[in-house]
């Protein structure tokens, strides 16, 4: 299999963010899409429809992404561009990873109260990459390590997926926000 140079996708982010939500590197089927988690088998869009209040069968994305962002949830990357053989995170080159400007981004959200990294390679690229360039109110956010939505996370079911990202909920909305 190739090694291919990857570029990641904008962040979908406003200024009344309250949750930062990040994966790693977008997939093969996200990249080709323009979309995040574009993968039918990834969990990302059920969770987030629990959590936000919104069934994210009845919307198409561009409406899944206001929907989240009006609940207060932001969605981008640890790595902005990489080399990847394939489209799993396990295929990600060492070394060619290079971060989004995540520090001037959090900095710039007032309202931002928590970071959720969507499973355990975008947490690692987030202590190695970005953690030591926050700046220090910054750096007091809790940073949460949620499990994978992905479909390679197979031994997660929804439910239990549900079951730990709840966690986000402290910092969201209570009221239906749409859908």
Not at 50 to 62: E, G, K, M, S
Not at 132 to 145: C, N, R
Request: charged content about 15%.
């Amino acid at each position: 299999m190739t090694e291919t140079l990857l570029q990641g996708l904008p962040a979908q982010v406003n200024a009344d963010c309250r949750v930062l939500v990040l994966g790693s590197m977008p997939g093969a089927a996200s990249l080709q899409a323009a979309r995040y988690y574009a993968h039918p088998r990834n969990r990302f869009w059920p969770l987030m429809g629990a959590l936000c209040r919104f069934d994210p069968q009845l919307v198409d994305y561009p409406r899944r992404m206001e929907l989240v962002q009006r609940a207060g949830v932001g969605v981008w990357d640890v790595i902005g561009q990489c080399r990847r053989r394939g489209s799993l995170d396990a295929a990600i080159v060492r070394g060619s990873e290079v971060p989004n400007p995540l520090p001037a981004l959090i900095a710039g959200l007032p309202q931002l109260a928590a970071i959720a990294c969507n499973g355990a390679t975008a947490a690692q690229a987030f202590k190695r990459h970005v953690q030591p360039a926050l700046p220090a109110g910054a750096a007091a956010l809790p940073v949460l390590a949620l499990p994978s939505t992905s479909p390679a996370n197979a031994g997660w079911s929804l439910p239990r997926l549900l079951g730990e990202w709840q966690q986000l909920s402290q910092w969201l909305p209570m009221e239906r926000i749409g859908g």
